[in-house]
C-alpha cells in the first residue's frame, strides 16, 4: 500500500511539472544529514526523480484532439507507467 502511494505521488509530481532541485546524480544536503545519521537497517523514504522522463505535455497535445478529461489523463497516466516498465526495471526491484 505504501509503495503504491509513493508511485502515485511521483506519477502526480511528473503530470503537474514540478521541478524539483535535483539532478542526476545529486543528493540533497538534507537528505545527505538524514543518511549521515540514520542506523545502517533504518528505511529512509525519498522521493527519485530520473532524468528520463515522458513529455506529457506532448502526450497531451498530440492526443488531445482525439480524447478529452478523465480520458486524456487516463493516457497520460498508461504512457508514464509503460515508459516505466520499460526504463525502470532495476529501480523497482531495487
Same mark, same amino acid.
Given at each position: 500500500?505504501?509503495?503504491? &502511494?509513493?508511485? @502515485?505521488?511521483? $506519477? !502526480? ?30 528505511? &529512509?523514504?525519498? @522521493?527519485?526523480? $530520473? !532524468? ?12 488531445s484532439f ?20 520499460l526504463t ?7
Open positions: 500500500m505504501r509503495k503504491s &502511494i509513493y508511485i @502515485i505521488l511521483i $506519477l !502526480a509530481l511528473s503530470i503537474f511539472g514540478v521541478n524539483f532541485y535535483a539532478q542526476a546524480g545529486f543528493i540533497s544536503p538534507d537528505l545527505q544529514i538524514i543518511l549521515k545519521d540514520a542506523s545502517p537497517d533504518q528505511e &529512509i523514504s525519498v @522521493i527519485v526523480m $530520473l !532524468a528520463d522522463q515522458v513529455d506529457t505535455k506532448t502526450v497531451a497535445e498530440t492526443k482525439l480524447i478529452t478529461g478523465t480520458t486524456l489523463r487516463t493516457e497520460i497516466i498508461t504512457t508514464l507507467k509503460s515508459k516505466a516498465d525502470q526495471q532495476d529501480l523497482k526491484t531495487y
